[in-house]
């Protein structure tokens, strides 16, 4: 599938909270958007169709989302896809944080319905959320293959559509891992992944690579003895329809869909 255009992405990277107090500066963040953002290029999509946002308010992310159709008015059967990544803190109940305050991440998505966005109608939409999403620590546990346990509760609701893909960086409760200097697990494995395999593998048998890497990796807390050994797990929730990879032509690069 072909289209004018590889995509359009948006990117909203919150580092800077009005309450600094509770909520820290997101150091790393800069990084992580800067190498998704490389990826992005990588896989052609164009300079000027990648937009950051910095340090949004609640209201400006809404507003940003509500507006998509309104300030890209060329989109509508010219590109293969919309992907948006959104880093900021965050809590229980997807929960995510503007600059300012509280906006729960179903809202957010609610602005790409078809209804609310006609032209992104059958357009894969790609959502990576770089966000904590409770504080239980995840200390992993001894791995038997011959053990699995359902656990009955009920996942994390995203507006009901097709065409959708929300990938967390964490499950639900649970916290994400951020070094200061590198960046966080989730956002520099994502864009290596992407960077070295964007264009071999379709989507989500990439983003389940993703996942495997994050899951084996360890964080150690000199602090918190307790917390020594720290895991994470990433999400997907997908309602996408069809098979999506990203294929090199030539100079460029296109994207097939598979039904």
């Known amino acids: 599938m072909e289209h004018k255009k590889r995509g359009v992405a948006y990117i909203f990277n919150n580092e800077n909270f009005k309450d600094s107090k509770n909520l820290p500066i997101r150091h790393g963040s800069s990084k992580d958007t800067e190498d998704f953002k490389a990826s992005l290029l990588n896989l052609g999509f164009r300079e000027d169709d990648i937009k950051v946002h910095a340090d949004e308010s609640a209201d400006e992310m809404r507003k940003t989302l509500d507006e998509f159709e309104q300030d890209n008015p060329d989109i ?25 305050g509280e906006v729960e991440l179903d809202e957010l998505l609610s602005y790409l319905r078809p209804d609310r966005c006609p032209s992104l109608t059958g357009i894969p939409k790609l959502i990576f959320i770089q966000a904590c999403r409770g504080s239980k620590i995840d200390v992993g546990v001894e791995r038997n293959d011959a053990e699995e346990e359902e656990t009955g509760k009920k996942p994390p609701k995203i ?18 891992m951020r070094d200061k200097e590198i960046g966080s697990w989730f956002m520099q494995t994502l864009s290596k992944m992407l960077m070295e395999y964007g264009t071999e593998y379709e989507m989500m048998t990439l983003l389940t690579a993703v996942s495997k890497y994050v899951a084996s990796l360890e964080f150690q807390s000199s602090d918190k003895p307790e917390y020594n050994v720290c895991k994470q797990m990433p999400q997907i929730m997908s309602t996408l329809v069809k098979k999506l990879k990203f294929e090199r032509r030539n100079e460029d690069i296109s994207v097939n869909i598979h039904s």
């Open 159 to 176: 507006p009901i559509m097709a065409d959708m893909l929300v990938f967390h960086s964490s499950s639900n409760k649970y916290p994400s």
């Open 76 to 100: 509508k059967g010219n590109i293969d896809c919309f992907i948006c990544a959104i880093l900021s803190h965050g809590k229980e109940n997807d929960i995510i944080y503007g600059y300012d």
